[in-house]
C-alpha cells in the first residue's frame, strides 16, 4: 500500500494568515495514463464526515471556496488556505487514489492562534 | 440531491459479524462507484471496499478475507458485512460515492458515519 505522511501533526495560524500543510507519499500518485496526480484533500469537522475540497491535486470541488489550494506532483504535494478564517478549523487529509488500495494520511489539525 | 445514510447496531460482540445498510435517496446506486469506509483512532480512515453494479465489487486487501459488500438496487440500498470482529474493527464506518459516474475514490458525498463498537 502507498503511504501518506502528513506534516505538521498540527498548526495554529492567526485569522487571515496562511496555513500550509505538507503531504508526501510513499511512491508517485502520478496516473500516467491520465497524466493527473491521483491526489486529493479531504476537510473535517467535529461530528461530520470528511469532505472533499480538491481532487487531482489541485482542482477544486465545486462550492470550494478559492483560498483554498493546493500544488505539488508525484510524490510531494501542499494544501493551502491563504487566509485562514474561523470557519477553517478542522482536520485535513491528503488521499491517494493511483493504486488500489486507495489511502489517506493520519490528517493535520488546523487551529486559531 | 443524492444523501446516504447509514445504519446498523451500535455494538457488536467480539467474533460475531457486522452488518451495515446505506440508504441512498436522490440517486441511484446503479451508476458511480460507492464505497464503504472507516475511521478509528488507532488507523485513520481506512478504505473497505468498492461495488459498481456492472463492475463488481473490489476489496480491501487487508480486510477481503472477512468483508461483503454488496447492492440492493430493489431497495436503493449498499450492505457491508464483516465477520469474526475484533477491537480492532470498532470505528465510525461511513459510505460514500465516487465524485462522477467513472470516478472509483475521489469520495463526495459522504453519509454521516455510524460509530460500531465491538465489546463484550
New interface residues.
Given amino acids: 500500500?502507498i503511504v501518506m505522511t502528513q506534516s505538521p501533526d498540527s498548526l495554529a495560524v492567526s485569522l487571515g494568515e496562511r496555513a500550509t500543510i505538507n503531504c508526501k507519499s510513499s511512491q508517485s500518485v502520478f496516473h500516467t495514463s491520465d497524466k493527473k496526480n491521483?491526489l486529493?484533500w479531504?476537510q473535517q469537522k467535529p461530528g461530520?464526515?470528511?469532505?472533499?475540497l480538491l481532487?487531482w491535486a489541485s482542482t477544486r470541488?465545486s462550492g470550494v471556496p478559492d483560498r483554498f489550494s493546493g500544488s505539488g506532483s508525484e510524490t510531494d504535494f501542499t494544501l493551502t488556505i491563504s487566509s485562514l478564517q474561523a470557519e477553517d478549523v478542522a482536520v485535513y487529509?491528503c488521499?491517494q487514489?493511483v493504486t488500489?488500495?486507495?489511502?489517506?494520511?493520519?490528517?493535520t489539525t488546523v487551529d486559531i492562534k | 440531491q443524492v444523501q446516504l445514510r447509514e445504519s446498523g447496531p451500535g455494538l457488536v460482540k467480539p467474533s460475531e459479524t457486522l452488518s451495515l445498510i446505506c440508504s441512498v435517496s436522490g440517486g441511484s446506486i446503479t451508476t458511480y462507484y460507492w464505497s464503504w469506509l472507516r475511521q478509528s483512532a488507532g488507523k485513520?480512515?481506512?478504505?473497505i471496499a468498492h461495488f459498481h453494479n456492472t463492475g463488481g465489487t473490489?476489496y480491501?486487501?487487508?480486510l477481503k478475507n472477512r468483508v461483503t459488500m454488496s447492492g440492493d438496487t430493489s431497495n436503493n440500498q449498499l450492505s457491508l458485512r464483516l465477520t469474526s470482529v475484533t477491537a480492532a474493527d470498532t470505528a465510525i464506518y461511513?459510505c460514500?460515492r465516487g465524485?462522477l459516474s467513472g470516478s472509483?475514490?475521489?469520495?463526495?458525498p459522504?453519509?454521516?458515519?455510524t460509530l460500531v463498537t465491538v465489546s463484550s
Fill in positions: 500500500d491521483f486529493g479531504y461530520q464526515p470528511p469532505k472533499l481532487y470541488e487529509f488521499q487514489y488500489v488500495p486507495p489511502t489517506f494520511g493520519q490528517g | 485513520g480512515l481506512e478504505w473490489i480491501n486487501p487487508s461511513f460514500a465524485r472509483w475514490y475521489e469520495f463526495n459522504w453519509g454521516q458515519g
